[in-house]
């Protein structure tokens, strides 16, 4: 399906070598200041040629906003987002046209369409996240102008290099931007910058992890029993090309660690809130926010499309050698960055959006729970 969100929902469209990308959003609400400008910060670090450790096509990836909005504020109605495609070479393909990319969607997508893209990887191509990005920029803006809700994602690991312990309550944007690896950790950058570099060299690719934190947080979001707000941000994480893997909190760490060291203690933060003295738990308990910092991991494996020659087969079974043609990442982390912003805040402003609505059903009843203050 090409659709997500319930109440903030987004349909995205196009393929990476048609005539563009985009996305419709519904369930944006009226008045809210938005404007294309808004939008591009966030396309312009998720598009391609941006530096020798990625992909060389070059796309501008410029938005229109062709519907939803008026004089720069949303009309409350679906809200259209157009990116064009220019830098786009069919005739890169053509070689692997009898030829399923190994890893790749290629073979999966024959299996099941009985058709695919003649070029470029259709719908399974990264290309396909613009529509998110764009869509995500705008629940950005909801969730902070409303909540105050920020939300900042980094490469902590390339291949076997890994950053330091980050300060997630602290770090940024324009820390994270002034690493080419989008590495907030300046010394680990230089090795992640030198590993994506020979695996470019050697015609092949490389992995690596991208963590993401989500800071003022509201107590309250997220639906037991199935639309838990971890199993959302799983799902939706899990939905972008190349992920392989997602852990929340302490992940797998905390198998390790007994109850009595996992657990996170509750203290007063406010007259009113509780907070907790740790976050092992990722922001997140029993499916719900707690008002924590929601902290979790994304792993990518190495992108498929490598130049290196393999030994692989042809639909028909035939044995054949495979050097893919055309331009690809030879790592996606650096650019997944926003790629993974846009999904968190897609799930939060969905989630948001349907907690608002159950405190104003809710607003006309009184609570029969009584807490003692001192």
């Known amino acids: 399906m090409s659709s997500f969100g319930t109440l903030f929902k987004i349909s995205t469209f196009g393929e990476s070598h048609g005539g563009g990308v985009g996305v419709v959003i519904d369930g944006v609400p009226p008045c809210m200041p938005l404007t294309a400008e808004q939008i591009q910060k966030q396309l312009d670090r998720r598009r391609p040629g941006q ?3 990625t992909t060389a096509r070059k796309e501008e990836d410029k938005v ?19 990116v064009a ?29 009985n058709i695919k893209s003649s070029s470029g990887g259709g719908r399974s191509s990264a290309r396909e996240t613009v529509g998110r990005v ?7 803006i909801f969730l902070k102008e409303r909540f105050g809700v920020e939300i900042v994602a980094w490469v902590s690991s390339v291949g ?14 324009e820390d994270v931007d002034k690493s080419l690896a989008r590495c907030p950790d300046l010394e680990a950058t230089e090795k992640m910058i030198k590993c994506i570099q020979e695996a470019k060299a050697d015609n092949d690719s490389i992995g690596g992890v ?58 007063k933060k406010s007259d009113s809130e509780l907070g907790t003295k740790t976050n092992n738990s990722g922001g997140i308990q029993g499916g719900i926010s707690n008002g924590e910092a929601v902290l979790f991991r994304v792993a990518f494996k190495p992108p498929a499309t490598i130049g290196m020659e393999q030994n692989t087969a042809e639909m028909s079974g035939k044995d054949t050698v495979l050097k893919a043609q055309g331009r690809h ?16 805040a897609l799930v939060l402003a969905d989630a948001a959006l349907i907690q608002l609505a159950r405190l104003s059903a809710q607003s006309s009843f009184k609570s029969p729970l009584q807490f003692t203050k001192e």
């Open 160 to 173: 076997p290099v890994q950053c330091k312990v980050i300060d997630f309550l602290k770090v940024t944007r």
């Open 134 to 140: 764009a869509a995500g920029a705008v629940a950005e």
């Open 64 to 82: 229109i906003i062709q519907s939803g909005t008026e004089n720069n504020y949303t009309l409350g109605s679906p809200i259209s987002l157009f």
């Open 210 to 267: 991208i963590t993401c934190v989500c800071r003022n947080m509201v107590a309250g979001w997220g639906e037991p029993c199935f639309d838990k707000l971890e199993a959302k941000l799983a799902q939706a994480m899990l939905s972008i090309p190349a992920t392989k893997g997602f852990e929340i909190g302490s992940g797998f760490e905390g198998t390790k660690m007994r109850g009595s060291q996992h657990n996170d203690m509750f203290i």
């Open 329 to 344: 990442d030879p790592c996606v982390v650096p650019r997944a960055v926003a790629i993974v912003e846009a999904m968190a």
């Open 51 to 53: 530096s020798n450790l």
């Open 85 to 113: 495609n220019y830098d786009f070479r069919p005739v890169d393909y053509k070689s692997m046209s009898q030829v399923p990319r190994p890893s790749h969607a290629d073979y999966t997508y024959i299996k099941k369409y």
